[in-house]
């Protein structure tokens, strides 16, 4: 059987104008039910004693000072739940186990009623007030809420009640307790004068009340120290752990929401210039069933999400002030603030319209700043007025500093990482420089060398012969110029040097210029060449030399691991497509295409990389620096185009994409 009601309401029903609750903690109660019992084991008569524990393990602690009671009254009862070996039984007084879920689980009562005295405690646990007040769980610090009184007829009153419960649980004790019940009415029909507390029992329980609360307030401040020391430390694993600002970002977002229980956390990453930011990391309060929020002025008890929202910086007065100040923002009532305070119409709009979004009643802004430079803003938003106390605003400014430390952590850390792959794409380079050099320069040099000495020591060497040794040396002459240009123009190109001649021109003419270079050097060797360009085309606007540089230099590619047997094939379109457009800029895609050798889906990319040799730089069956991919991206990104590469794959055959800019035409 299980009793759900309190009896500290039943009695106040029954003694609406005798029943005055106040607010006791534990180590009070314990203190006036000590006194309460030592009044018995000090007196002679043959009181009733009714004591209620909430727990077995509470019992326990007091189980033999009811064994000394037991000794001077047949009428004792102890009740509570329980959790081992307690149980309802008849021995030296009546045991009474009740259900956990019972009323009287959530309760502490002693009711003392002798003949010159009577004394009662009834009391009721205020559940969460610990965790609603950011106490930490100490036991002497639990409250309840009740009375404590010498008044004959509410103790009377009060062992009446416990009497019929105790006669609910355990009905074969009604013969005892109907004795019990018949004395007590014979005595309060009586009458008794009500008996006073001593006026030293008063001040004992004001004292204990005091250092209680004295207790509390310590308490307090403690729990309050630890959640900034453990979010605090929490912030310190996640920055040893991970030099990922993102990473950061959430761990913070998600260490302050469950902490300061805010009903929508956000951090994210943003500069003083910046006029909106993506919101990336947030964390969302969810309601709890059946509850409503505090604040009435917000009907609808969702919260939305804004993951993903572009948030407005630059119009928000609460952003610009961060700004000017450096200082956190606390507006602990909006509405009210939006009504009393004279705003700029753009800011007042603003502010409705993110306020509104957000469902804000409360807002807290605070910078995320490193040596005066903004990386970042904290927000927490509520849905109640004044939600948050001076050592709360000191721990989210505590954790914006640990998150800026952080953030610069994780800034340098990848600066440092971008400077260590650009050294080693400079030791790469070096690397390939002097392999490269070293080769096409030694190896040209060479030849001229033994053609000139073999001209000078061979004077009677035949006319035929002479030819073909200055031949040979002028050849490799020309190949050295040409290696040295290709270092000249990459340079000139990446250190911005060039003077670019943008001018409306042609496409084919500049296709033609860079197939009468291809055919007066491969000649015979040249694969076969088919274009497919409309006619209908519009002009470009590029610079023209620069353009068929880079027409020559892709075929002159395609011409190297393309067999004289296989097809090199030239079209060109108008594109639209979104990758290959430039703002408002309509382009024009030109497509240099061969039957070769093919390029590994891996090195799409990498091609375009300076000294980039698909064999490596000296295991290599055809000649080159491995510039000319790395001039072509050069010169198309210098007309504000893109370049890229497609393969299928080994002896697939390649595809290298440019675009162009078009003339648009005025109307």
């Known amino acids: 059987m299980i009793i759900s009601t309190s009896l500290l309401d039943d009695l106040a029903e029954a003694l609406s104008t005798q029943v005055h609750p106040h607010v006791y903690f534990k180590s009070s109660l314990t203190a006036l039910s000590h006194a309460m019992e030592d009044q018995v084991l000090a007196g002679t008569d043959k009181p009733l004693v009714i004591a209620c524990f909430q727990r077995e393990r509470f019992y326990n602690q007091e189980a ?55 004394s009662c405690l009834i009391c009721r646990e205020r559940l969460g007030d610990e965790q609603n007040q950011g106490v930490l769980h100490v036991d002497q610090g639990r409250r309840f ?23 609910v649980y355990r009905p074969e004790l009604a013969s005892k307790i109907g004795k019990a019940l018949t004395k007590l009415n014979r005595e309060t029909v009586k009458g008794f004068k009500p008996t006073l507390a001593d ?44 030099l990922d600002p993102e990473e950061v970002l959430q761990v913070g977002v998600q260490e302050l929401g469950q902490v300061l229980k805010p009903s929508r956390c956000l951090i994210y990453r943003a500069k003083s210039t910046d006029n909106l930011v993506k919101l990336s990391h947030e964390f969302l309060a969810v309601p709890a069933q059946g509850t409503a929020q505090a604040d009435d002025r917000i009907d609808d008890e969702s919260i939305p999400s804004l993951l993903g929202m572009s948030w ?19 507006i602990p009532d909006l509405p009210r603030y939006l009504i009393d305070l004279n705003l700029e119409p753009e800011g007042l ?53 640990q998150i800026g430390t952080a953030l610069m952590q994780a800034e340098s850390f990848a600066n440092l990482e971008d400077l260590n792959q650009q050294l080693e794409a400079l030791e790469r380079t070096r690397s390939n420089l002097i392999a490269i050099t070293g080769h096409e320069l030694r190896t040209p040099l060479s030849t001229i060398q033994v053609c000139l000495e073999s001209l000078a020591t061979e004077p009677d060497m ?20 040409k290696l040295i240009q290709d270092f000249l123009t990459l340079s ?174 005025q109307n």
């Open 64 to 118: 033999h000072r009811y064994a000394r009671i037991a000794d001077r009254s047949d009428q004792v009862y102890v009740l509570a739940a329980p959790e081992t070996e307690f149980q309802s039984r008849s021995q030296q007084y009546e045991t009474v186990a009740f259900s956990p879920q019972d009323g009287l689980a959530r309760e502490w009562h002693l009711v003392v009623l002798g003949k010159g005295y009577s």
């Open 145 to 167: 809420e009740g009375i404590w009184t010498f008044d004959r007829q509410v103790v009377s009153k009060s062992a009446e009640l416990l009497l019929q419960r105790i006669l």
């Open 199 to 242: 006026p030293f029992a008063e001040r004992l329980v004001t004292y204990l009340q005091a250092g209680q609360y004295k207790l509390s307030k310590a308490y307090r401040a403690i729990a309050t120290q630890e959640r900034k020391e453990r979010l605090q430390n929490s912030m310190t694993a996640a920055i040893r752990q991970s």
């Open 312 to 330: 407005t910086l630059s119009s928000n007065p609460f952003f610009q002030q961060i700004i000017e100040t450096q200082a956190f923002v606390f």
């Open 349 to 401: 709009r603003t502010l409705h319209k993110l306020s509104t979004l957000g469902k804000i009643c409360s807002w807290l802004l605070v910078p995320v700043i490193h040596q005066n430079r903004l990386l970042g803003v904290i927000e927490l938003h509520y849905r109640q007025p004044n939600p948050l106390n001076e050592s709360e605003l000191e721990l989210v400014n505590a954790i914006a500093n």
């Open 462 to 481: 035949p006319a035929e012969l002479q030819q073909v040794m200055l031949n040979s040396a002028l050849e490799d002459a020309h190949r050295m110029r």
């Open 492 to 665: 000139r190109l990446e250190s911005g040097r060039v003077e670019w001649r943008v001018e409306p021109q042609p496409l084919q003419e500049c296709i033609d210029l860079a197939l009468s270079s291809l055919q007066s050097r491969y000649g015979a060797r040249l694969p076969h060449l088919e274009t497919e360009i409309p006619d209908i085309l519009p002009l470009v606007r590029v610079d023209g030399e620069w353009l068929v540089e880079a027409l020559s230099k892709l075929l002159d590619n395609a011409c190297k691991f393309t067999d004289p047997a296989g097809n090199i094939r030239i079209r060109a379109m108008r594109s639209d497509d979104q990758e290959t457009r430039q703002g408002r800029q309509h382009m024009l895609e030109v497509i240099v295409s061969d039957t070769g050798r093919g390029i590994e889906e891996s090195s799409l990319e990498t091609v375009f990389e300076r000294f980039y040799q698909e064999e490596g730089s000296l295991r290599r069956s055809v000649g080159g620096t491995g510039l000319g991919l790395a001039i072509c991206r050069q010169i198309v990104n210098g007309w504000g185009g893109r370049i890229w590469a497609e393969s299928g794959g080994k002896n697939q055959g390649s595809e290298f994409h440019f675009t162009i800019p078009i003339v648009e035409l």
